[in-house]
């Protein structure tokens, strides 16, 4: 009779686990560097869709709407005429608002034309810079 012993030595699990930690090394910064592209994209997403949402409800209610830019919390706000909040969203920690001016707020304004007004936007993440465009 032969004996066969079944199972992985010590020196095959600690080989494997010497890969897998290689793998994760080399592969770590790009899943990374992914996510955080993945998450400027979604910002700047975000904002265009405050513009196009903002740009309806001026046309329907054929007033001003404003989109209000937080640096310091990093957050977007639409407005109505009032001034009262339509719709908020804090953007992701890694992005951060980018303003020409040394204020920490900045305003878009969209008139019922559909003619959209304010500084240019950039929003800065880990993987770089996104402009949006406002148009």
Same mark, same amino acid.
């Given at each position: 009779?032969?004996?066969? &012993? &079944? ?15 290689? #793998? ?26 405050? @513009?196009? /949402?903002?740009? @309806? ?14 640096? &310091?919390?990093?957050? @977007? ?6 001034? &009262? ?11 951060? /608002? /980018? ?6 707020? #900045?305003?878009?304004l969209i008139a019922?034309?559909? @003619? ?20």
């Amino acid at each position: 009779m032969i004996n066969v &012993k &079944k199972g992985f030595s010590l020196i095959e699990v600690v080989m494997v686990m010497a890969v897998i930690a290689l #793998a994760l090394t080399l592969a770590g910064p790009r899943i990374g560097a992914g996510i955080g592209r993945l998450q400027l994209e979604q910002a700047g997403q975000s904002l265009r869709s405050f @513009i196009k /949402i903002g740009r @309806i409800q001026a046309q329907r209610t054929d007033r001003e709407h404003y989109v209000l830019l937080d640096r &310091k919390n990093d957050s @977007i706000t639409l407005l109505n005429p009032e001034m &009262k909040p339509l719709r908020h969203e804090e953007l992701p920690s890694s992005v951060q /608002i /980018i303003l020409d001016s040394e204020s920490d707020f #900045a305003t878009v304004l969209i008139a019922p034309s559909g @003619i959209v007004r304010g500084e240019t936007v950039r929003l800065r993440g880990r993987a770089g810079e996104l402009e949006v465009s406002l148009q």
